[in-house]
């Protein structure tokens, strides 16, 4: 169905778009807090990341806009975008959460979390680099593997809010541990979501 000669920029800037999650993602999990200084600092950073990614969704629309023929689906093309900046959408505001919430320790569980959605991130990219180089099918491996990440994300957050509630007495940090869980697997979440939307534009153009 498509020409191998040169790379469509609909998917070279799907990739674009795909890293700067993973960049954000990644600076999230790699990031240290050690105190409540360092809140306004991962803040403003993922603020940035997260402002990145919308300039990058309005220049796919202005294109789309433009353009009388799209390699797929014009919906298609913009439902992944949306999807992927739903994932950077998700990390900022969690972010944004522990500053507000002026919670500087991060426990286990929420490291765990931030692993799995690291590694969603990193198969992100290199499901849009299959699809930058029209090899539709070969993007199935990855959005399995989203998918078994956000399983498991699942299964940390059973664990996570069950051992919240054995172990912690102080109200206000059980509501801010929760958010958190629960916030961090909607990111989760919002990764499969990118992983149904690659397995429906594999399904239609494959």
């Keep these: 169905m498509f020409g191998r000669k040169k790379n469509d920029p609909f998917f070279d800037l799907l990739a674009r778009i795909s890293l700067n999650v993973q960049q954000a993602t990644h600076y999230a999990d790699e990031f240290r807090i050690r105190s409540l200084n360092d809140l306004p600092e991962i803040s403003t950073t993922m603020k940035k ?19 009388f023929i799209t390699p797929i689906e014009r919906e298609d093309i913009l439902a992944l975008a949306n999807s992927m900046d739903n994932v950077l959408d998700g990390i900022e505001e969690c972010i944004a959460h522990f500053d507000m919430f002026a919670l500087a320790e991060i426990d286990e569980a929420m490291n765990t979390f931030l692993r799995y959605i690291r590694q969603s991130a990193d198969e992100i990219v290199k499901a849009m680099e299959k699809l930058k180089h029209k090899k539709l099918t070969e ?44 916030q961090l697997e909607d990111i989760a979440d919002e990764c499969q979501n990118v992983a149904n939307t690659i397995e429906t534009i594999i399904m239609r153009n494959a």
């Design 49 to 67: 990341y997260e402002t990145d990614g919308d300039e990058l969704i309005h220049e796919l629309i202005v294109m789309l806009n433009k353009s």
């Design 139 to 182: 993007m199935h491996e990855h959005a399995v593997l989203i998918k078994d990440f956000e399983s498991k994300c699942d299964d940390v957050l059973r664990s996570s809010i069950k051992d919240l509630f054995k172990k912690e007495k102080d109200p206000i940090r059980i509501i801010q541990f929760k958010d958190i869980y629960e």
